[in-house]
C-alpha cells in the first residue's frame, strides 16, 4: 500500500517487517486515521502469479520486461504545486446548469483567486450575457476555442457540470496529458460524474488540497492508415476514452471487415460493424450490444460486434498490450464508417486500416469515495443494476399460504352454513 505525501504517512514501507507486515505501535493518531480511511483488505490488483511450475517448470527471468504496477486503490492525488488554473466544462443547451455554473466560477475566483478558463462559446451565450451575475465576472474569465488555441501546459484542473458528454469532451480537448477531471452529476445520466453539486465548496477544497482517490481510465489510441494518402501529410490520430466504432453507415449492405491481433488475423465481421471499447466505455454502447460490464481499473479492451450474423460470435476481452487492426474484407459489398467516442466520423474504403491500442495517456477521473464504490453506485443508480423484487422467504410463503387456507375455511363454513339454514 502507498500513500500520498500529503497525507502525513511517509517511509511506511521502510517500517514493514520481511513478510510485508506493519507494526502500528510506532504510528502515532495522525497516521492511523490515514491509514484506517485508505485500508483496503485485498489489493485490487490480482496477486502475482508463483513464478515456478512444479519441480522443473519456470519463468524465464528477463529483467527488461519487468515492470511495477501500482495498486489502484492506492492511487491518489497529489498536487508537487499549488493548482492555479482550472477548466470549467459545462453541459450546452441545458439552462439548468447555468445557475451552478455562475455560482462556481465566482467562487472560483473571488475565493480560490484561480485563473478560469470557459470555451469562447460561453462568453457569447445569450443566456449567460442576460444574467448580471454572470457580466460581473466575465471579464476575468480566459477563453480557448477548441481546434484553435493549444490548452497543454496552461490548465492544472478540470472540473465538469453535466454528463458524461462533458467528461469525454474534456478527453478530446487533451489529446496527451490530461489534467484531475472532476465531475459533477448534473446532466441526464451521469454515470461518469459521481459528485453531487451540494456542497460543492468542500468538496472542491479537498481536491485542491489532495484528498481524493484517482480512477486512472485508459484511452485507446486510434491511427487510420490510408492506401492512398500523402504521405507528408499525418494519419488521422485520436484517443477515445469510451469507443470506436466501425459501423455499415448509411450502405444498406452488411458490413464485412477483418479483425487482426498482433498481425494476426482473427476473424472476418459480418454484421451491423464492430464496437472496440475501454473498460469506461464497456457500460456504454458495448452494453447495449451484450458486451460485459468492466470495472475501469481492468487493464483490457473490449470487441464487441453489432448484430452479428452468426449466434455464437460472444464478445471478447482482449490484453491491453495489443495491437487491433481493422480493414475491409477483400470481398466487402461497400465501405465502412468510423467515430470515435461519437464524433469525427471517417470513412473506411479498401485497403485503409484503422490500428487500435492502449494509450500511455489515461484520464484521471477523481472519485466521490473510491475507485469501487464510486463505480457501484454508478451501476446501481444509473443501470438499475440487478434490480429486481425480492424473493420471499418460506416463513412469508407459509403465513401467506395459512392466510389463503383460512380464508378459503371461512368461506367454505359460510356457504355450509347457508344450505344448512335453507
Given at each position: 500500500m502507498s500513500s500520498s505525501p500529503e497525507s502525513g504517512v511517509v517511509g511506511l514501507g521502510e517500517r514493514m517487517d520481511d513478510d510485508g507486515k506493519l507494526s502500528l505501535e510506532n504510528l502515532n493518531l495522525d497516521e492511523l486515521k490515514t491509514l484506517v480511511s485508505m485500508w483496503r483488505t485485498r489489493s485490487l490488483n490480482a496477486p502475482s502469479p508463483v513464478q515456478q511450475f512444479g519441480p522443473c517448470g519456470r519463468i524465464m527471468k528477463n529483467s527488461a520486461m519487468v515492470i511495477t504496477v501500482q495498486d489502484p486503490a492506492s492511487q491518489r492525488l497529489t498536487w508537487y504545486k499549488n493548482p492555479l488554473s482550472v477548466l470549467v466544462i459545462k453541459k450546452v443547451r441545458d439552462m439548468s446548469v447555468l445557475p451552478p455554473f455562475i455560482q462556481l466560477v465566482r467562487w472560483l475566483i473571488q475565493e480560490k483567486s484561480m485563473i478560469v478558463f470557459v470555451e469562447h462559446s460561453v462568453m457569447e451565450d445569450t443566456m449567460l450575457t442576460s444574467n448580471s451575475g454572470f457580466m460581473e465576472i466575465r471579464e476575468k474569465l480566459k477563453s480557448f476555442q477548441d481546434g484553435k488555441d493549444d490548452l497543454t501546459d496552461k490548465i492544472d484542473f478540470i472540473i465538469c457540470l453535466g454528463g458524461d458528454g462533458t467528461l469525454l469532451y474534456a478527453s478530446l480537448l487533451f489529446q496527451k496529458s490530461v489534467p484531475p477531471i472532476m465531475a459533477?452529476?448534473?446532466?441526464?445520466?451521469?454515470?461518469?460524474?459521481?459528485?453531487?453539486?451540494?456542497?460543492?465548496?468542500?468538496?472542491?477544497?479537498?481536491?485542491?488540497?489532495?484528498?481524493?482517490?484517482?480512477?486512472?481510465?485508459?484511452?485507446?489510441?486510434?491511427?487510420?492508415?490510408?492506401?492512398?494518402?500523402?504521405?507528408?501529410?499525418?494519419?488521422?490520430?485520436?484517443?477515445?476514452?469510451?469507443?470506436?466504432?466501425?459501423?455499415?453507415?448509411?450502405?444498406?449492405?452488411?458490413?464485412?471487415?477483418?479483425?487482426?491481433?498482433?498481425?494476426?488475423?482473427?476473424?472476418?465481421?459480418?454484421?451491423?460493424?464492430?464496437?472496440?471499447?475501454?473498460?469506461?466505455?464497456?457500460?456504454?454502447?458495448?452494453?447495449?450490444?451484450?458486451?460485459?460490464?468492466?470495472?475501469?481499473?481492468?487493464?483490457?479492451?473490449?470487441?464487441?460486434?453489432?448484430?452479428?450474423?452468426?449466434?455464437?460470435?460472444?464478445?471478447?476481452?482482449?490484453?491491453?498490450?495489443?495491437?487491433?487492426?481493422?480493414?475491409?474484407?477483400?470481398?466487402?459489398?461497400?465501405?465502412?464508417?468510423?467515430?470515435?467516442?461519437?464524433?469525427?466520423?471517417?470513412?473506411?474504403?479498401?485497403?485503409?486500416?484503422?490500428?487500435?491500442?492502449?494509450?500511455?495517456?489515461?484520464?484521471?477521473?477523481?472519485?466521490?469515495?473510491?475507485?469501487?464504490?464510486?463505480?457501484?453506485?454508478?451501476?446501481?443508480?444509473?443501470?438499475?443494476?440487478?434490480?429486481?423484487?425480492?424473493?420471499?422467504?418460506?416463513?412469508?410463503?407459509?403465513?401467506?399460504?395459512?392466510?389463503?387456507?383460512?380464508?378459503?375455511?371461512?368461506?367454505?363454513?359460510?356457504?355450509?352454513?347457508?344450505?344448512?339454514?335453507?
Amino acid at each position: 500500500m502507498s500513500s500520498s505525501p500529503e497525507s502525513g504517512v511517509v517511509g511506511l514501507g521502510e517500517r514493514m517487517d520481511d513478510d510485508g507486515k506493519l507494526s502500528l505501535e510506532n504510528l502515532n493518531l495522525d497516521e492511523l486515521k490515514t491509514l484506517v480511511s485508505m485500508w483496503r483488505t485485498r489489493s485490487l490488483n490480482a496477486p502475482s502469479p508463483v513464478q515456478q511450475f512444479g519441480p522443473c517448470g519456470r519463468i524465464m527471468k528477463n529483467s527488461a520486461m519487468v515492470i511495477t504496477v501500482q495498486d489502484p486503490a492506492s492511487q491518489r492525488l497529489t498536487w508537487y504545486k499549488n493548482p492555479l488554473s482550472v477548466l470549467v466544462i459545462k453541459k450546452v443547451r441545458d439552462m439548468s446548469v447555468l445557475p451552478p455554473f455562475i455560482q462556481l466560477v465566482r467562487w472560483l475566483i473571488q475565493e480560490k483567486s484561480m485563473i478560469v478558463f470557459v470555451e469562447h462559446s460561453v462568453m457569447e451565450d445569450t443566456m449567460l450575457t442576460s444574467n448580471s451575475g454572470f457580466m460581473e465576472i466575465r471579464e476575468k474569465l480566459k477563453s480557448f476555442q477548441d481546434g484553435k488555441d493549444d490548452l497543454t501546459d496552461k490548465i492544472d484542473f478540470i472540473i465538469c457540470l453535466g454528463g458524461d458528454g462533458t467528461l469525454l469532451y474534456a478527453s478530446l480537448l487533451f489529446q496527451k496529458s490530461v489534467p484531475p477531471i472532476m465531475a459533477f452529476h448534473l446532466g441526464s445520466l451521469g454515470f461518469l460524474t459521481p459528485f453531487k453539486f451540494d456542497n460543492f465548496q468542500q468538496q472542491v477544497t479537498n481536491v485542491l488540497e489532495g484528498h481524493a482517490a484517482l480512477t486512472l481510465r485508459s484511452r485507446l489510441r486510434c491511427i487510420i492508415v490510408r492506401k492512398n494518402e500523402d504521405k507528408e501529410k499525418p494519419p488521422l490520430n485520436l484517443l477515445v476514452l469510451n469507443e470506436v466504432v466501425i459501423d455499415r453507415g448509411p450502405s444498406p449492405y452488411l458490413s464485412n471487415i477483418d479483425l487482426f491481433l498482433d498481425g494476426k488475423h482473427i476473424t472476418s465481421v459480418q454484421g451491423d460493424g464492430l464496437i472496440v471499447s475501454t473498460p469506461t466505455g464497456s457500460t456504454a454502447y458495448a452494453v447495449a450490444a451484450g458486451a460485459s460490464m468492466i470495472h475501469p481499473s481492468v487493464p483490457a479492451i473490449m470487441v464487441t460486434p453489432i448484430c452479428p450474423h452468426s449466434l455464437s460470435f460472444r464478445p471478447i476481452v482482449v490484453p491491453a498490450g495489443v495491437e487491433l487492426k481493422i480493414m475491409l474484407s477483400p470481398d466487402a459489398r461497400s465501405t465502412a464508417w468510423v467515430s470515435f467516442d461519437g464524433r469525427n466520423q471517417q470513412e473506411l474504403c479498401a485497403d485503409d486500416s484503422l490500428r487500435v491500442t492502449t494509450s500511455i495517456y489515461s484520464v484521471p477521473s477523481i472519485c466521490a469515495q473510491d475507485q469501487i464504490t464510486d463505480w457501484f453506485d454508478s451501476l446501481a443508480e444509473c443501470l438499475h443494476w440487478n434490480v429486481r423484487k425480492r424473493q420471499k422467504h418460506f416463513e412469508e410463503l407459509s403465513d401467506l399460504t395459512h392466510s389463503k387456507y383460512d380464508d378459503a375455511l371461512d368461506s367454505t363454513s359460510k356457504d355450509n352454513y347457508l344450505l344448512t339454514t335453507d
